[in-house]
């Protein structure tokens, strides 16, 4: 039996009336993007990653090397770009293609 408290939307992509809240979950679900390291492993907010190659690092005049560790990084949204923290360079943004979850 349904809620008559329940509101319900019209969902313009399936053509056809939902409940408000399931709408609102599946919007949720798909603001939701997987980011993955170059060997396809789910990264996280949070986790450790090693480079798999040598990287040069635009404006910082340096290159970091391949095997090294960075801690503790976290998703910008983008399903290939991460942010890290590294001493020494402000602002460190990385393409996920060349990392590897550790």
């Known amino acids: 039996m349904a809620n008559d408290d329940e509101h319900y939307v019209y969902d313009e ?5 939902m ?3 399931e709408l609102a979950a599946k919007q949720a679900a798909e603001g939701s993007v ?3 390291d170059a060997v396809g492993n789910l990264l996280a907010d949070g986790d450790q990653v090693t480079l798999i190659k040598d ?4 404006g910082a005049g340096q290159t ?4 090294t560790l ?3 990084i ?7 770009e991460i942010d890290c923290k590294y001493p020494g360079i402000k602002g460190l943004v990385l393409r996920a293609e060349f990392v590897k979850k550790r």
């Open 19 to 21: 409940p408000a809240s």
């Open 55 to 58: 990287l040069t690092v635009k």
């Open 64 to 67: 970091l090397k391949q095997g």
């Open 74 to 80: 976290r998703l910008t949204g983008d399903a290939q």
């Open 34 to 36: 997987e980011v993955r």
């Open 70 to 72: 960075i801690k503790s």
């Open 13 to 17: 992509e399936r053509g056809e009336w």
